[in-house]
């Protein structure tokens, strides 16, 4: 099965080339296809703005994945106009940062609150097959299991497509997930959350592309 991963990120392109290690799946970027246009995404939640990058990419190819994160600060209120929310490379309506340019705004964000904020994201997903439209996204409860810290002293060591790993620790360890050997999740009811949560995904996104 070929299938189209509507991202130019390679961290992302990864992550589902792992969640789906063994199904027989053939994954395509859009720089393999040379692809360079981009829906305007205008939805109100990741999931909203994964479905509308789907059903875009959907004009170029029969089946297609794509996701959206929004970045929530708990030290913040969801009003906030510096609440990163579904703008994490366009804060504040700036243009597109790149990743140096991502961990230099929002180290210097961080130290405005204290240097250390709770931190986590919200994922929705959404799939074209043939013309039909499947979306999930996590539920609030896997979402706060997944907290973590970030700080405003970045790590030596970068995650291309992934900046902010440079930044943000595991809540419990203190390391950063950028960190040779670091777990992210390591106590027994996160693992167990993240692993139901990740069987949920990886369920879903093989009836969709059926």
Same mark, same amino acid.
């Given at each position: 099965?070929?299938?189209?991963?509507?991202?130019?990120?390679?961290?992302?392109? &990864?992550?589902?080339?792992?969640l *789906? @290690? /063994?199904?027989? !799946?053939?994954?395509?970027?859009?720089?393999?296809?040379?692809? =360079?246009?981009?829906?305007?995404?205008?939805?109100?939640?990741?999931?909203?703005?994964?479905?509308?990058?789907?059903r875009?990419?959907?004009?170029?190819?029969?089946?297609?994945?794509?996701?959206?994160?929004?970045?929530?600060?708990?030290?913040?209120?969801?009003?906030?106009?510096?609440?990163?929310?579904?703008?994490?490379?366009?804060p504040?309506?700036?243009?597109?940062?790149?990743?140096?340019?991502?961990?230099?705004y929002?180290?210097?964000?961080?130290?405005?609150?204290?240097? &250390?904020?709770?931190?986590?994201? *919200? @994922? /929705?997903?959404? !799939?074209?097959?043939?013309?039909?439209?499947?979306?999930?996204? =996590?539920?609030?409860?896997?979402?706060?299991?997944?907290?973590?810290?970030?700080?405003?002293?970045?790590?030596a060591?970068?995650?291309?497509?992934?900046?902010?790993?440079?930044?943000?620790?595991?809540?419990?360890?203190?390391?950063?997930?950028?960190?040779?050997?670091?777990?992210?999740?390591?106590?027994?009811?996160?693992?167990?959350m993240?692993?139901?949560?990740?069987?949920?995904?990886?369920?879903?996104?093989?009836?969709?592309?059926?």
């Open positions: 099965m070929k299938v189209l991963i509507g991202t130019t990120n390679p961290s992302k392109a &990864k992550r589902f080339e792992e *789906l @290690d /063994g199904h027989g !799946v053939e994954f395509y970027t859009l720089k393999d296809l040379g692809i =360079e246009a981009e829906p305007e995404e205008k939805g109100k939640t990741p999931e909203e703005n994964a479905i509308i990058k789907a875009f990419y959907g004009q170029y190819f029969e089946r297609v994945i794509c996701n959206d994160s929004g970045l929530y600060f708990d030290e913040l209120p969801m009003e906030d106009d510096r609440q990163p929310g579904l703008n994490i490379r366009t504040g309506g700036c243009d597109r940062l790149e990743d140096e340019e991502m961990l230099t929002y180290c210097k964000l961080i130290g405005t609150l204290g240097g &250390k904020v709770l931190a986590y994201y *919200l @994922d /929705g997903f959404a !799939v074209y097959n043939q013309g039909k439209i499947s979306s999930y996204m =996590e539920s609030d409860e896997a979402t706060r299991m997944s907290a973590f810290y970030m700080v405003d002293q970045p790590s060591n970068r995650s291309p497509g992934w900046p902010l790993d440079s930044i943000s620790l595991n809540r419990n360890t203190l390391t950063y997930f950028v960190e040779k050997g670091n777990i992210k999740y390591d106590t027994e009811e996160e693992n167990v993240i692993g139901e949560y990740r069987k949920h995904l990886v369920r879903f996104l093989e009836e969709a592309l059926l």
